[in-house]
C-alpha cells in the first residue's frame, strides 16, 4: 500500500507544480501584454498639466449689476469652490468613504486593483473597483465612462502621471468640483444646495456624511429617491470615520440617529428678469456657441438694478391687473366636474394643465356663498374669497362696455369653475384672470444708455414675446417732442404760437382728402407751442411740422437714433404714424434727459470666465462731464456724441415739465417731485397707450396694447393705460434719490411773456408768465394790449396759417 500512496502525493505535487506554471505562465503573459498596452496607450494619454486649465462644465450664470442672481442656463448644477472654502470635516469624511490612504498612495491602490482584476476573471464580468480619488480625476476629467480594460489600464496610467505632476490637494479640489453626485449636482457645494438649500460651510456632520457617501452609487444611494439606501450608505461613513478616529462616539452616535431629511431644493434667483436672462442667452449663443454658453461656466453681469427691475415687474403685473379690473371679468378658464364626493386628488389632476401666470394662482371652486366662494388652489389649499375680492367682476362685453354689477357670487362663479386668484393680503384673496392687453416697461440709465430695468411682458413663462425689442407700435403723440425739437433747432420757442384751426391736406397716392382732429375733437385758436405739447393738440403739432418742413424733420429725428428710412415722410410724423420699439423710444427720449447726447442702450457689463476673468466688458457711450464737474469714469471713456444742443434740450424738457405739471401727465405729480417730464401717447382709436418720461437719473417708456392691434377701449390713452405703470415704477426707482432740478446750461434766459400772445409784458400784465429761451431768441417786442392775442413776433413767424 505504501508505493500506492506514495506515488498519489507524487502526482498531486507534479499537478499543483503544473498548475503554478500555468498561473505565472498568465501572470507573465498578462504583465508583459500590460506592459505592451502601457507602452502603446502612454503617447496617447492627455498632457496632465491641462487638467488645471480644464473647465468644469459650469452653467451660464445670469446676474444682476451687483451680482445677484436672475438664473442660470446649463444642464448640470456645479459650484466651484477652493479647497480653503471645503469644511475639513467633508474632507475626512470623503477620505473615509473613498481612497483613507490618498495622502500616501502613488495615484492608485495595488492590492484593490489585484482584487478587483481577480473578480473580473472569475465572474467573467467588467467590474468597477479600486478607484482612488486620483483615479476617479483621471476617469472624469479625461476618459470615457465606458468600462473595458483598454480605458482601465489608461485610468491607472493617466493616475500615475496625474500624482507624479500635481499635488494632492490640486487633486482633490479637482476631485471636490466634479464628481456626479445625483439629482444634476456636479461638486460637493452644488450637492449641498441641490440636498439641503445651503451652502457646504452650512452643513453638520450628518449632512457632510451624507453627500460624502454619494460618488458610489448617486442614483441608488440618492436620499431623496432612497432614503433608506441614503442611510445605510451615511452609517457606512460614520462608521469608516469613527475607525479613523476622525470623529468621536458621540458624534457618531448624534449623526448616525439623525433623520434623512433632504429633499429637492432649486436654486435661489434673487432678481426675476426672465426677458433680460433670453437676451443674454441669445448673446452668448450668438458669439460662444451653444456648448460653450451651456457648460461654459461664464458668469454674465448685466446691467439691471435689482431694486429696479423688482418695481418694474410688479408695475407692469398691477397696471394689466387694474385694466382687467376696469373693464369687467371675461370669465371661467374652464369647467370641471365637481360635486361633494369629489376628492383632493381628482382636484390636483384637473389642475395639472394650468400653472401660475404673473402671480396669478389656478384654483377650482369648490363652494359658492351668498357674497363669497371658496376654491382649491394649485398649491393644495382651500382659500376664500370675499365679497371685496369678487364685487368687481361684471361681466365683460366687449372693451367699451361691461354687463350689470354682480350682487351674489352666484352672478359671477359657479361650482367648477376653473379661475385665477390673486393673493392680495395676509389670508386675503380676489378673483382675477389673465390680462388680454400687453404691456412693456424698459428703463434706462441716460448717462450711458445702460438698462435698469426692462419688462417684456406680463409673464414670460406664459409668453415669451419680448415687446421691448419686438413690438414695432405706432407711437402717437409721444413723438411729437422729436418734432418740437426740430422746431426749436430752427429758432422757434416755446412761445411761438401756432393755429389749432381745422387742417383738411390731400394724403396718399391719389390724393384722398385727409382731415386731422384733436383728440377732444375741440378746435383751437392761437396756442402756445408749450401749451399744444403740454396738451397734445394735433392740430398745432402738424402746423408745426409743416413749418420746419416734413425731410428737415425726418432726418433730423436720426439724431435721436431714428432711421429715416423707418419714418413716413407725411404729416402724420408728428402724430406718431412710425411704428418703432419701446427700447426705440426710450434711446430717443435719453437724449433731452441726458442734456443733448445720443447714448446707445446695452444690457451686458461684462462677461467673467469660469476662472473668473473677466473676458468681455461694455464700451459704453458716456456722456461727458459738464465743464467745471468731475466724474469719475472708469477705463478710457468713449463719448457719446452731441445730437442737440443743449439748450434745446432743456428747452424740450421744460416744455415736458408743462406735460406733467399742467396737461396729459398730471398724474405724476402724485410723486411729488420736480425732477420729472415727460409725455403721453396714444394712437388712432386708442390701439396703443404710451407714457415716456425722464428725471435726471431714469429714462422710462411704458407701452400698453393688445398682440394684434386693436383698440383698448374709450378712454385708454397714455395717461390711463401706460403713466399709471410709470408712475409707479418710478416712485419705487427714485425712492431716497435727491429731488434735483434738471441742469440748466448756458446760453438759456428768462423773460416775462403774456401767455396769450407768446409776446414780451410787464410783471403786472394779469397774463403774465415767465418763460424760457435760448438766447438771441427772445420776442423783440411787447404785445399791442394786454391779453389780447396778436401776432406771434419771435424769431420767426411762419408757424402761422
Known amino acids: 500500500m505504501a508505493p500506492s500512496s506514495t506515488s498519489g502525493a507524487s502526482l498531486k505535487r507534479r499537478l499543483g507544480f503544473r498548475l503554478l506554471l500555468v498561473f505565472f505562465g498568465f501572470f507573465a503573459a498578462g504583465v ?118 483598454t480605458r482601465k489600464i489608461k485610468e491607472v496610467l493617466l493616475s500615475f502621471k496625474i500624482a507624479r505632476e500635481l499635488t494632492k490637494n490640486q487633486i482633490l479640489t479637482l476631485y471636490l468640483n466634479k464628481i456626479f453626485l445625483g439629482n444634476h449636482a456636479y461638486g460637493f457645494e452644488a450637492a449641498a444646495h441641490i440636498y439641503y438649500g445651503k451652502p457646504l460651510k452650512a452643513l453638520d456632520l450628518a449632512q457632510l456624511a451624507m453627500l460624502a457617501g454619494l460618488p458610489q452609487a448617486p442614483s441608488l444611494d440618492n436620499p431623496i429617491a432612497h432614503p433608506h439606501n441614503a442611510r445605510a450608505r451615511r452609517h457606512y461613513v460614520l462608521t469608516r470615520m469613527l475607525a479613523l478616529k476622525d470623529i468621536t462616539e458621540a458624534q457618531y452616535a448624534q449623526a448616525d440617529s439623525a433623520p434623512i431629511a433632504t429633499r429637492a431644493h432649486t436654486i435661489h434667483y434673487h432678481v426675476n428678469a426672465p426677458y433680460v436672462a433670453e437676451m443674454v442667452r441669445e448673446y452668448m449663443i450668438k458669439h460662444f456657441g451653444k456648448k460653450k454658453t451651456y457648460d461654459g461656466g461664464y458668469r454674465v453681469y448685466t446691467t439691471l438694478g435689482a431694486r429696479e427691475q423688482e418695481a418694474a415687474d410688479h408695475a407692469v403685473i398691477d397696471g394689466l391687473l387694474a385694466y382687467n379690473i376696469r373693464h369687467g371679468y371675461y370669465g371661467p378658464t374652464a369647467q370641471v366636474p365637481v360635486d361633494a364626493q369629489t376628492s383632493r386628488h381628482r382636484l390636483r389632476r384637473d389642475l395639472r394643465p394650468y400653472t401660475t401666470v404673473g402671480g396669478l394662482v389656478p384654483g377650482i371652486v369648490t363652494a359658492v356663498g351668498q357674497h363669497s366662494v371658496k376654491a382649491y388652489d394649485l398649491d393644495r389649499h382651500t382659500v376664500r374669497i370675499g365679497w371685496q375680492g369678487l364685487s368687481w367682476a361684471a361681466p365683460f362685453i366687449t372693451v367699451n362696455a361691461e354687463g350689470y354689477a354682480p350682487k351674489q357670487a352666484s352672478d359671477i362663479l359657479k361650482v367648477g369653475d376653473v379661475i385665477y386668484l390673486q393673493h392680495v393680503g395676509p389670508g386675503r384673496w380676489a378673483l382675477s384672470q389673465i390680462p388680454r392687453p400687453y404691456a412693456a416697461l424698459v428703463s434706462l440709465r441716460p448717462r450711458n444708455g445702460s438698462i435698469a430695468a426692462l419688462v417684456g411682458g406680463f409673464d414670460f413663462y406664459h409668453d415669451s414675446f419680448n415687446n421691448v425689442i419686438q413690438a414695432y407700435r405706432q407711437p402717437g403723440s409721444s413723438f411729437k417732442p422729436f418734432v418740437y425739437s426740430a422746431a426749436i433747432a430752427k429758432g422757434y420757442t416755446a412761445a411761438s404760437l401756432f393755429s389749432g384751426a381745422p387742417i383738411v391736406a390731400l394724403s396718399g397716392a391719389h390724393g384722398e382728402l385727409w382731415r386731422p382732429h384733436n383728440y377732444s375733437d375741440h378746435f383751437r385758436g392761437l396756442t402756445r407751442m408749450r401749451v399744444g405739447l403740454a396738451q397734445s393738440i394735433n392740430l398745432v403739432s402738424i402746423r408745426i411740422l409743416r413749418a420746419v418742413g416734413i425731410r ?24 406718431g ?123 422710462t417708456t411704458v407701452w400698453v396694447g393688445f398682440p394684434i392691434p386693436k383698440s383698448l377701449g374709450h378712454y385708454e390713452v397714455g395717461a390711463h393705460a401706460a403713466l399709471p405703470i410709470w408712475t409707479q415704477y418710478m416712485g419705487a426707482a427714485l425712492a431716497g434719490r435727491p429731488d434735483t432740478p434738471f441742469a440748466r446750461p448756458r446760453g438759456i434766459v428768462t423773460a416775462i411773456i403774456n401767455r396769450h400772445t407768446g409776446l414780451l409784458c410787464s410783471k403786472t400784465n394779469p397774463a403774465a408768465m415767465r418763460e424760457y429761451f435760448i438766447k438771441g431768441t427772445v420776442p423783440t417786442r411787447k404785445g399791442a394790449r394786454r391779453g389780447v392775442p396778436g401776432p406771434a413776433q419771435s424769431v420767426r413767424s411762419s408757424g402761422l396759417f
Open 552 to 575: 428737415y424733420a425726418v432726418h433730423y429725428a436720426e439724431r435721436f437714433g431714428f432711421k429715416a428710412s423707418a419714418l413716413p415722410h407725411s404729416l402724420s410724423l408728428v402724430l
Open 32 to 149: 508583459l501584454a500590460a506592459a505592451v498596452t502601457a507602452i502603446v496607450l502612454a503617447p496617447t494619454l492627455p498632457p496632465v498639466h491641462n487638467i488645471l486649465r480644464k473647465h468644469l462644465k459650469a452653467p451660464l450664470q445670469v446676474l444682476a449689476r451687483h451680482g445677484q442672481l436672475i438664473t442660470e442656463f446649463g444642464n448640470e448644477e456645479r459650484m466651484p469652490v477652493t479647497l480653503k472654502q471645503v469644511p475639513p470635516t467633508l474632507i475626512q469624511a470623503v477620505l473615509a468613504a473613498e481612497d483613507r490612504s490618498f495622502y500616501t498612495n502613488p495615484g492608485i491602490d495595488l492590492l484593490g486593483i489585484a482584487r478587483a482584476a481577480w473578480i473580473d476573471i472569475i465572474t467573467g464580468r467588467k467590474a468597477q473597483g479600486a478607484s482612488t480619488i486620483t483615479m476617479q480625476v483621471a476617469r472624469n476629467y479625461f476618459l470615457s465612462p465606458h468600462k473595458t480594460f
Open 577 to 699: 404714424s412710425a411704428t418703432l420699439t419701446p427700447l426705440e423710444m426710450a434711446r430717443g427720449y435719453t437724449v433731452f434727459a441726458n442734456g443733448g447726447f445720443r447714448v446707445r442702450p446695452y444690457f451686458i457689463r461684462k462677461i467673467v470666465d469660469e476662472r473668473g476673468k473677466t473676458i468681455w466688458r461694455a464700451k459704453p457711450l458716456v456722456v461727458p462731464p459738464a465743464p467745471g464737474t468731475s466724474i469719475a469714469i472708469r477705463g478710457t471713456p468713449h463719448f457719446a456724441v452731441q445730437a442737440i444742443s443743449p439748450q434745446n434740450a432743456y428747452i424740450m424738457t421744460s416744455m415736458m415739465q408743462s406735460v406733467i405739471r399742467s396737461g396729459t401727465g398730471q398724474l405724476a405729480l402724485s410723486l411729488k417731485r420736480i425732477d420729472l417730464a415727460g409725455k403721453t401717447g396714444t394712437s388712432n382709436h386708442e390701439r396703443n397707450a404710451w407714457f415716456s418720461g425722464f428725471s435726471p437719473y431714469l429714462e
